[in-house]
């Protein structure tokens, strides 16, 4: 009946999987961390220089003890103490207050509450004092973020709206975003995903507009775990890689850190063991995050929960029994539970029950006492299944019977179901077979409800289908439009040749040359008009080719006879997302920079799934505001599928395409970058006469939108051999027209 899977505990700055760790920011009220390795060495000069033992030296203190508090919470230790004897040696209020807040800021993020929230308390009384408004506001702020460690939800809440109230008394509207960022967090632990990223994104421009370092990596992170939650990985994925190539870019060795075991635990997530583990081990190898002993717990449980998953039990209780450790030294619970009942699931499933019933006692009791409903339920859980197994049925009927309850108030229709199954072998073990009948009709009932989820996913994906016809006689009928357009501009042509040329027999000498100029002009202008639709028609039909939609409809049929529901549910919410953009985009001349690259994004998610060896990325310059961009439609999706197709025939791995867009001297400049078997040995290998049809229509459209828009626009296609790089190199300057 044991159906128990070990709980991925993401660290701070991000998301979590239950109810792991997320951090918010306190520095977005005290300050950011740019040039950080710069500043402390700075500090600690005018520190040395500084001997008076006067309130200069106490703030140079409590800066370098805040600027040490993520890596090294030794020295940020060494100078708090310093700071809060010297402060209150003084007896200046406003120094000892701050000096209280900022060892109550170290001690948090070691998790350390029960030195934390005095040092909280403290400071908030001086602040009061001295009617301090910000004081007793920034110090409301840490302490949400606090409880938000500690998982207590209400308080956390209940400290942000207290904070954000000061702000707006105080009118300072700036840092109410703050506050709003850190709500949002709460949104995304209660699943309204939407409201979450439009506050995690506004967040994210700010922490930009500042240079904001700390809450840069903060916000990527937070909006990583809202995709990952959602099961959108491959952007979770990316969100986490920017996070930590920022993190690495300033030193933040603890972000760093961070980053490694996210982007592990998504991995996970994918089934990819290997690569979790991978980067499981690159973040344990961080020695100064060593220090950061509640996250070390949680790094050690998610490797704990891999080698249980492979039944390697004897590694995983190596690190549960590591974690338990660490996580009693500290008095950190919420991992310190997790791998209690880790530890419990580890011996149930090796058949040593006594030492099973040992930790879910413990893990029992651990969660009794901090409320922590979720791993109560496993613990629960666990206890039944152990003495079911030793056929203690009394005993297993009281924790069964207890894990219903529960369970119904929690409402979790899995550990529901668990129970009910549990209640079920009891009875029957006992002779009440009446009893047992109804405990098995109910797991029954409760199993098909939780079936009921992949029921919901097909009729979505029936709706899906649905859409999609409807979008293609609509892509249909703007054909036939379309065809009709051409007919009409062709008859027209001929019509104005005929008129012009009774106009030049007219005309005398004179007026037969500037009737001719004429003539020539609006021939000119009327071939290039016809040419333009016919090509745009012919790459609607390209977008639209019985190839393509009959190659996905057999990848999707693939995924269902394979019974991968979830992908191929996953893949038919793609494809016809893809489908439906590439039918808006098709009806007008320009379309936002931001939609066309939302297509080609899609197109490379789809691509995902079908081709797991590739991997893609999309790169967009900074300066580019992609929502104030029009370009015309559907010009770079035609090149990566040429790479996809063309570029990786004899390649099985490390199979990479990059498309970079950047903004050099008033041109936006598209690069599409494979490392394939580059464009010489392609067309050595294949019939040089046979080109990409999409390919050869967008360069042709090329030549037409350069004068549209009076601004060049060009495709070149290069082997990268030439600067000693591997694959083929697209480069496409595309015109645009800006919005305001």
């Known amino acids: 009946m044991n159906s128990y899977?070990?709980?991925?505990?993401?660290?701070?700055?991000?998301?979590?999987?239950?109810?792991?760790?997320?951090?918010?920011?306190?520095?977005?009220?005290?300050?950011?961390?740019?040039?950080?390795?710069?500043?402390?060495?700075?500090?600690?000069?005018?520190?040395q220089n500084h001997k008076a033992k006067d309130t200069i030296r106490v703030n140079l203190l409590n800066h370098l003890a805040f600027h040490h508090y993520r890596n090294d919470p030794p020295k940020a230790?060494?100078?708090?103490?310093?700071?809060?004897?010297?402060?209150?040696k003084l007896g200046v209020k406003k120094f000892t207050a701050h000096s209280h807040y900022i060892k109550a800021i170290v001690y948090t993020e070691q998790a350390n509450f029960s030195i934390a929230i005095p040092n909280y308390d403290k400071a908030i009384q001086f602040y009061t004092s001295l009617n301090d408004l910000k004081g007793i506001e920034k110090c409301k702020n840490a302490l949400g973020v606090l409880y938000t460690y500690k998982g207590?939800?209400?308080?956390?809440?209940?400290?942000?709206?207290?904070?954000?109230?000061?702000?707006?008394?105080?009118?300072?509207?700036?840092?109410?975003?703050?506050?709003?960022?850190?709500?949002?967090?709460?949104?995304?632990?209660?699943?309204?995903?939407?409201?979450?990223?439009?506050?995690?994104?506004?967040?994210?421009?700010?922490?930009?507009?500042?240079?904001?370092?700390?809450?840069?990596?903060?916000?990527?992170?937070?909006?990583?775990?809202?995709y990952y939650e959602q099961g959108n990985y491959r952007v979770s994925l990316k969100y986490y890689n920017e996070s930590l190539h920022i993190a690495k870019s300033s030193k933040d060795s603890i972000g760093v850190f961070q980053a490694y075991i996210n982007i592990g635990n998504v991995y996970r997530m994918k089934s990819d063991k290997n690569k979790a583990l991978h980067y499981y081990n690159k973040a344990q190898a961080i020695k100064s995050a060593s220090y950061n002993v509640r996250n070390v717990t949680a790094l050690k449980n998610n490797i704990a929960g891999i080698y249980y998953e492979e039944n390697k039990f004897d590694k995983a209780i190596i690190y549960y029994n590591e974690s338990i450790k660490l996580s009693k030294e500290i008095g950190e619970n919420l991992n310190l539970s997790t791998a209690l009942n880790g530890l419990g699931f580890v011996y149930f499933e090796s058949k040593q029950y006594s030492k099973a019933l040992t930790y879910f006692e413990e893990a029992k009791k651990t969660n009794l006492e901090n409320d922590f409903s979720y791993d109560l339920l496993d613990s629960y859980q666990g206890l039944a299944d152990t003495y079911l197994k030793l056929l203690k049925y009394d005993f297993a009927l009281d924790h069964a019977q207890e894990l219903l309850n529960l369970s119904k108030e929690a409402n979790s229709l899995r550990h529901e179901m668990l129970a009910y199954g549990i209640l079920s072998e009891v009875y029957e073990n006992k002779g009440n077979f009446k009893s047992a009948f109804e405990s098995h009709e109910q797991y029954k009932v409760l199993s098909?409800?939780?079936?009921?989820?992949?029921?919901?996913?097909?009729?979505?994906?029936?709706?899906?289908?649905?859409?999609?016809?409807?979008?293609?006689?609509?892509?249909?009928?703007?054909?036939?439009?379309?065809?009709?357009?051409?007919?009409?501009?062709?008859?027209?042509?001929?019509?104005?040749?005929?008129?012009?040329?009774?106009?030049?027999?007219t005309f005398l000498a004179v007026a037969m040359v500037l009737g001719s100029i004429i003539f020539f002009l609006k021939l000119r202008n009327s071939k290039a008009k016809t040419q333009n639709i016919i090509t745009e028609q012919?790459?609607?039909?390209?977008?639209?080719?019985?190839?393509?939609?009959?190659?996905?409809l057999s990848v999707l049929q693939g995924m269902i006879l394979n019974k991968e529901e979830t992908k191929s549910v996953s893949y038919l919410s793609k494809f016809s997302k893809l489908l439906r953009?590439?039918?808006?985009?098709?009806?007008?001349?320009?379309?936002?920079?931001?939609?066309?690259?939302?297509?080609?994004?899609?197109?490379?998610?789809?691509?995902?799934?079908?081709?797991?060896?590739?991997?893609?990325?999309?790169?967009?310059?900074?300066?580019?505001?992609?929502?104030n961009i029009k370009v015309p439609p559907m010009l770079i999706q035609p090149f990566v599928e040429n790479a996809i197709e063309h570029a990786f025939k004899n390649q099985k791995e490390d199979c990479e395409i990059e498309i970079k867009l950047t903004l050099v001297g008033g041109k936006l400049i598209c690069e599409i970058l494979d490392n394939g078997i580059g464009i010489d040995s392609s067309e050595r290998n294949s019939n040089k006469n046979k080109k990409s049809l999409a390919t050869k229509i967008t360069s042709e459209r090329l030549q037409y939108l350069s004068k549209d828009f009076k601004m060049d626009a060009s495709v070149t296609i290069e082997d990268r051999s030439k600067f000693e790089e591997q694959g083929t190199k697209v480069t496409i300057q595309i015109p645009y027209k800006k919005t305001a």
């Not at 701070?12 to 918010?24: E, G, N, T, V």
């Open 448 to 505: 098909d409800s939780l079936l009921n989820e992949e029921n919901i996913k097909k009729i979505a994906g029936i709706e899906y289908e649905y859409k999609y016809k409807k979008e293609l006689d609509e892509a249909a009928l703007r054909e036939t439009k379309l065809n009709k357009t051409v007919e009409t501009t062709s008859k027209d042509l001929e019509k104005s040749q005929r008129n012009l040329l009774l106009g030049i027999i």
């Open 538 to 552: 012919k790459l609607l039909r390209t977008q639209m080719t019985p190839h393509f939609i009959f190659n996905s």
């Open 5 to 47: 899977k070990p709980k991925l505990m993401f660290l701070k700055d991000s998301l979590f999987k239950f109810k792991s760790i997320l951090a918010f920011s306190f520095i977005l009220i005290v300050q950011c961390v740019n040039s950080q390795n710069s500043k402390i060495d700075s500090l600690k000069i005018e520190l």
């Open 77 to 88: 230790v060494a100078y708090i103490e310093e700071s809060i004897k010297l402060a209150n």
């Open 581 to 627: 953009i590439t039918l808006e985009n098709s009806r007008d001349k320009t379309v936002l920079l931001s939609h066309e690259l939302e297509a080609v994004e899609n197109y490379l998610s789809l691509q995902n799934i079908e081709n797991e060896k590739i991997t893609f990325s999309l790169n967009v310059d900074k300066e580019i505001d992609t929502k």
């Open 152 to 226: 207590d939800y209400e308080n956390a809440l209940k400290c942000y709206e207290e904070a954000m109230a000061i702000a707006k008394k105080r009118k300072d509207e700036n840092i109410v975003l703050t506050y709003l960022y850190n709500i949002g967090v709460i949104y995304s632990n209660k699943g309204d995903y939407d409201k979450a990223l439009v506050v995690f994104n506004n967040a994210l421009e700010q922490n930009k507009k500042e240079k904001d370092t700390l809450g840069i990596i903060n916000n990527l992170n937070t909006i990583a775990g809202t």
